[in-house]
């Protein structure tokens, strides 16, 4: 239970500094981390086969994606 | 015997050889003890596992090295320790010794990250994995339904470092190298899933413990011979070995992604090449070979399975030594064009094999 909340609390961290972060690249990475730390919670919850899919789709497909997107983009290129 | 319940049992007597009383330490009615108890014999249980893996490694580098050599004519390590085997150790001491450079235009956080991203998959996969038994000890470490899942899971989690390390390096050569890394991923996962898919439906079972036992009259290599063709080859492309070494290409791209990285950050990306080598080859023979099944029941199970894995990484070695490289282009063809239609018709094949003989695997 303490160890949900904990996961919670974290999971929260990790979506407002994806959302929050300038650099493209940097709300890709927390992003991988807040779909990891969703299904750390699904896991816990015993409910492993909705964890297990967050990771395929999730890490394994959506953030593959904005990652490939990120590298067409200038902007990251261009950055500092 | 569970693994668990062996180190429990150890732990206790330990406890009880120093009078300490641990079970009745409550906490508000909650036995704090007891899982306290619990917490410790996993994290053994994990170190115990990773500490293996991590000696499986070690010597996995050090007949790569040898094998190379032969091969080449060489004679490869042979000045530290008995025929070379610590030379391995004498460059990890190397490794940590060099300056960790950081090229001062790479975005910091990123660049520091990605090889933790690439390595923990590696290092959790193994966990995953049924070791079968020695004598009444059964090894098998985390038994709940879908492992499998959680395998593949773990392996497609590992090229996002690969991606993002090349990415925040801002070398070109490391952009390219990224860049193929992600167009190589796409390539083949979608090709893996389909022949993961088929051995799920064939054994009727998420589990690897599950899948191995329905092994026991026959393995599924005989049944599904596209499957593991496709299996076999996105497990090369996987650990980005040649002929598939597109994103890590030394003499083009000049180790692609990890161009920058030096001292122990490039080991622990060596590491993880190695491990997924170790980890692909325990995945392949648990899937199609029967994993911890054997003829002779005496033989213990992880006998058999680490002699499996073992002529899959004789495989890998040899495909890496031996084979050139193939064009990204060539690789996207093959991947869309061919393996994806065999894993397809391959599913369609299990599908029937499940419906009409399926009791009988």
């Known amino acids: 239970m303490i160890l949900l909340y904990i996961l919670g609390i974290m999971g929260i961290g990790f979506a407002i500094l994806s959302a929050g972060s300038k650099n493209l690249l940097h709300s890709a990475l927390w992003l991988t981390f807040l779909v990891v730390d969703v299904a750390a919670i699904f896991f816990f919850l015993e409910n492993y086969f909705i964890s297990a899919i967050e990771v395929l789709v999730y890490a394994g497909a959506i953030v593959t994606l904005i990652l490939t997107s990120v590298m067409m983009s200038r902007r990251y290129l261009d950055a500092e | 015997m569970d693994l668990f319940y062996f180190i429990l049992s150890i732990l206790y007597g330990i406890l009880k050889f120093l009078h300490i009383n641990f079970i ?25 596992v990773f500490a293996l893996s991590m000696l499986l490694v070690v010597i996995l580098v050090y007949v790569f090295r040898k094998y190379m050599a032969d091969l080449q004519n060489r004679i490869g390590p042979n000045r530290v320790g008995p025929w070379g085997s610590l030379q391995l150790i004498a460059d990890v001491f190397k490794l940590i010794q060099k300056q960790d450079l950081i090229p001062s235009r ?29 004598s009444i000890l059964n090894l098998m470490v985390l038994n709940f339904p879908y492992t499998v899942l959680f395998l593949i899971a773990f392996m497609i989690i590992s090229p996002l470092g690969e991606i993002i390390g090349g990415l925040s390096s801002h070398n070109k050569f490391s952009l390219y190298g990224a860049l193929r890394s992600a167009a190589q991923d796409i390539g083949y996962e979608v090709p893996m899933m389909i022949s993961v898919i088929s051995v799920i439906i064939l054994a009727g079972s998420y589990s690897a413990n599950s899948i191995v036992y329905a092994q026991r009259n026959i393995p599924f290599i ?11 080859f996105a497990m090369i492309a996987k650990q980005s070995i040649p002929p598939f070494d597109l994103p890590e290409s030394g003499s083009e791209l000049v180790s692609g992604y990890s161009t920058e990285y030096s001292g122990m950050r490039y080991g622990i990306f060596y590491m993880a090449n190695f491990g997924f080598m170790a980890l692909t080859s325990f995945v392949v023979a648990t899937l199609y070979l029967g994993g911890w099944e054997g003829p002779f029941p005496f033989i213990p199970g992880l006998f058999w399975l680490l002699i499996k894995a073992a002529i899959f990484m004789v495989i890998f070695l040899l495909s890496w030594i031996a084979l050139g490289r193939v064009r990204i282009d060539q690789f996207l063809n093959l991947g869309w064009k061919y393996l994806l239609p065999l894993s397809i018709i391959n599913l369609l094949i299990s599908a029937g094999l499940a419906l009409t003989v399926g009791g009988w695997f």
Not at chain 2, 24 to 48: H, S
Not at chain 2, 222 to 232: N, R, T, W, Y
């Open chain 2, 106 to 134: 790479a975005d910091r956080i990123a660049f520091k990250l990605a090889p933790y991203i690439v390595f923990t998959p590696v290092a959790l996969g193994f966990v995953l994995i049924p070791f079968g038994n020695i």
């Open chain 2, 222 to 232: 005989i049944p599904e011979v596209l499957g593991f063709f496709v299996f076999f």
């Open chain 2, 24 to 48: 009745p330490f409550n906490w508000g009615g909650y036995p704090v003890g007891e899982w306290i108890a619990w917490a410790i014999v996993g994290l053994v249980e994990v170190i115990i």
